[in-house]
Nanobody, 119 residues
Framework: QMQLLESGGGLVQAGGSLRLSCAASGRTFNDYVVAWFRQAPGKERELVVAIRWSSRTTHYADSARGRFTISRDNYKNTLYLQMNSLKPEDTAVYYC????????????WGQGTQVTVSS
């Protein structure tokens, strides 16, 4: 089993920055695709960005491209999301999730961290 723990959320003004972290325990990310999702009130959960851990291949949602950057620390088994130029519409609960690279289902989820961007 893999446990994921997010941190780094908070309240920030529009135009500001936050960095989210997702630390894994129980398993390493080596054979996994790891992603950040978000869910705003009244909206469906959406993929923000994903990374295949071993190859570092990334996929960004249009809403995140150019403002958000995903990165990883292999030694710490930790995923990061640097969010710049934040907008009020980025307000959501952000979740870290992982799936085996051969699967299309994200099986492991963190508890989420709240990001609130004020205008």
């Amino acid at each position: 089993q893999m446990q994921l723990l997010e941190s780094g959320g908070g309240l920030v003004q529009a135009g500001g920055s936050l960095r989210l972290s997702c630390a894994a325990s129980g398993r390493t990310f080596n054979d996994y695709v790891v992603a950040w999702f978000r869910q705003a009130p009244g909206k469906e959960r959406e993929l923000v960005v994903a990374i295949r851990w071993s190859s570092r291949t990334t996929h960004y949602a249009d809403s995140a491209r150019g403002r958000f950057t995903i990165s990883r620390d292999n030694y710490k088994n930790t995923l990061y999301l640097q969010m710049n130029s934040l907008k009020p519409e980025d307000t959501a609960v952000y979740y870290c999730a992982a799936r085996h690279f051969a699967s299309d289902q994200y099986n492991y989820w963190g508890q989420g961290t709240q990001v609130t961007v004020s205008s």
